[in-house]
C-alpha cells in the first residue's frame, strides 16, 4: 500500500484509550491502536498525535466549577494520556517525543513548533498533550491548531463511530450517514464532527478531516493510503 498524505495529525479521544474499562487507560487497546501508527511510519508518514482527555476528565460537565479550572484539570488528563501513548509507541520500537502547550519540564518538551517539524522531519512521532494550554478550547482546536502549525496534510479523527451522521447512531437506527461533507454543511448543520471553532480553523487553512471509526485500529492504515472510510470533510468543491 502507497500512503495518500505525507504527514498527519491523529486525533484520539481520550474514550478510546480506555478500551472496554470506558475510564481510564487501558494499556492493550493503546497498543494495539499504535501498532497501525508504527506501520504509517515506516510506510513515510510523519506523524502528530493530538489526544483528549475524556477518559480521566470533562471540564464541561463539571457543574459549578470555575470552567478555567476544570479545562486546566483536562489539560492535565490529555497529559497523562500522551505519556501513555508514548510509552506504547515507545515498546513498539519507534522515537517518540511528548510535547506540552503547559511547561512540564520534567516529563514532557514544551511546545515549540520549529522543533515539533524537526522531529517529524527525522521520522519521530510526537505526540502534544495539554490542548492549546488555553482555557475554553477543546482537543478538537487544538488539533485543528497543531495541524494548521505543523501544516499537516489532514486530520485523521478517530471515534467511536464508522463516520459523520445526520442524528445520533446510537439513538436514532434511521441515521444517515454522509460520505463526505463540506466545512460549511458541518457548522451549519450543526453536525456533531467536532466543535465550530476547530471547523472553523480547518476551513480557514484548508485542512481536510477525516472522521472514522478506531473500532479497527488498522482504519489509522486505511486512511492514510486513501482507501474509501468513514466521512471526510473538505472544501466545497469549485
Not at 472553523?200 to 472522521?211: A, E, Y
Request: glycine share 8%; aromatic share 6%; hydrophobic share 40%.
Amino acid at each position: 500500500m502507497q500512503p495518500k498524505y505525507k504527514r498527519i495529525l491523529l486525533k484520539l479521544s481520550g474514550e478510546s484509550l480506555a478500551g472496554p474499562q470506558t475510564h481510564g487507560i487501558d494499556f492493550d487497546t493503546v497498543l494495539e491502536i499504535c501498532k497501525p501508527v508504527k506501520t504509517c511510519v515506516e510506510m513515510g508518514v510523519q506523524i502528530g498525535i493530538v489526544v483528549g482527555g475524556g477518559n480521566f476528565w470533562r471540564g464541561r460537565s463539571s457543574g459549578t466549577m470555575d470552567r478555567t479550572r476544570a479545562d486546566h484539570m483536562g489539560m492535565l488528563a490529555t497529559t497523562i494520556n500522551a505519556l501513555g501513548v508514548a510509552d506504547a509507541l515507545e515498546q513498539l520500537g519507534l522515537t517518540v517525543r511528548v510535547q506540552t502547550a503547559i511547561a512540564m519540564q520534567q516529563i514532557a518538551e514544551p511546545y515549540i513548533r520549529n522543533k515539533a517539524v524537526r522531529h517529524l522531519e527525522k521520522g519521530r512521532v510526537v505526540v502534544f498533550g495539554c490542548g492549546t494550554g488555553n482555557p475554553f478550547f477543546s482537543t478538537d482546536t487544538a488539533a485543528a491548531l497543531r495541524a494548521a502549525e505543523i501544516e499537516a496534510d489532514v486530520i485523521l479523527k478517530a471515534t467511536m463511530v464508522d463516520g459523520v451522521y445526520d442524528s445520533d447512531p446510537k439513538k436514532n437506527p434511521n441515521a444517515v450517514k454522509f460520505d463526505s461533507l463540506t466545512y460549511m454543511d458541518v457548522l451549519n448543520k450543526n453536525l456533531q464532527v467536532m466543535d465550530s471553532t476547530a471547523a472553523s480553523l480547518c476551513r480557514d487553512n484548508h485542512i481536510p478531516i477525516l472522521v472514522f471509526s478506531i473500532d479497527d485500529p488498522e482504519n489509522i492504515v486505511r486512511a492514510v493510503c486513501g482507501e474509501p472510510i468513514g466521512t471526510i470533510v473538505k472544501e466545497e468543491l469549485p
